[in-house]
């Protein structure tokens, strides 16, 4: 079955800085990808759905990347904030089914 | 505002005991789904379900049981606990699909001594 793999598990920037983390999966019939935001003690919140034909998106502060040939999924934040300071999880979910696949997800820790 | 609400927040259950994780939705969505996560894994799916009265194992259902009851209601069942099941269970809902958005719940922390 689908597996995805997240790298790195822990990430520390200064802020203003930009943080990176990336997904790679096994699947090449995955069709929408999701970067989950989890904050200390809260549930995850969407921060962005990407469908397979979509290469960037842009949200506010940050861009998502997909790049289907190397089955790569990246965020990229920008001008990092201490707001920012949370656990990212990406998922992806296969064409044919309504099950998401995690990775392990990245604390990303933004400092002053 | 999609709405998933889960009790309890959090508890502590003795090995051997049974404990009863709840889960509540308000989006009149059809698909429910129960998650564990563990330090340093993502959410691992135990059991889903996409209509009341009937469930399906997820990726890692040993252990667990669901009950579907009606369609706003899932519950996660273990019958006896074990050191190994301590973790945050998340609950989620959706519409089913592989574009769907799930909405999850604000989780509870389980801990079993």
């Known amino acids: 079955g689908e597996q995805v793999e997240q790298r790195p598990p822990h990430l520390s920037v200064r802020e203003g800085d930009s943080a990176f983390i990336t997904c790679t999966y096994t699947?090449?019939?995955?069709?929408?990808f999701f970067w989950y935001k989890q904050e200390p003690g809260a549930s995850l919140q969407l921060l962005m759905k990407?469908?397979?034909?979509?290469e960037i998106n842009e949200g506010q502060g940050f861009t998502v990347l997909l790049n289907k040939k190397d089955k790569r999924l990246s965020l990229n934040l920008t001008a990092a904030h201490p707001g920012d300071s949370a656990a990212y999880f990406c998922?992806?979910?296969?064409?044919?089914?309504?099950?998401?696949?995690f990775g392990q997800g990245t604390i990303l820790k933004v400092y002053l | 505002e999609a709405a998933v609400t889960q009790s309890p927040r959090s508890k502590v259950a003795v090995t051997g005991g049974k404990v009863t994780l709840s889960c509540h939705q308000t989006?009149?969505?059809?698909?429910m789904y129960w998650y564990r996560q563990d330090t340093g894994h993502g959410l691992r799916l135990i059991h889903y379900?996409?209509?009341?009265?009937?469930?399906e194992k997820g990726d890692i259902p040993d252990g667990y049981k669901a009950s579907r009851p009606s369609q706003e209601n899932f519950s996660l069942i273990l019958e006896l606990a074990s050191l190994s099941q301590t973790a945050v269970y998340f609950c989620?809902?959706?519409?089913?699909?592989?574009?769907?958005?799930?909405?999850f719940g604000p989780g509870t922390r389980l801990l079993v001594l």
């Open positions: 699947d090449p019939n995955s069709y929408y």
């Open positions: 989620a809902s959706g519409t089913g699909g592989s574009q769907d958005t799930q909405y």
């Open positions: 989006n009149n969505h059809d698909y």
């Open positions: 998922a992806v979910s296969a064409s044919s089914g309504q099950k998401l696949v």
């Open positions: 379900s996409y209509v009341a009265d009937s469930t």
């Open positions: 990407v469908f397979s034909s979509t």
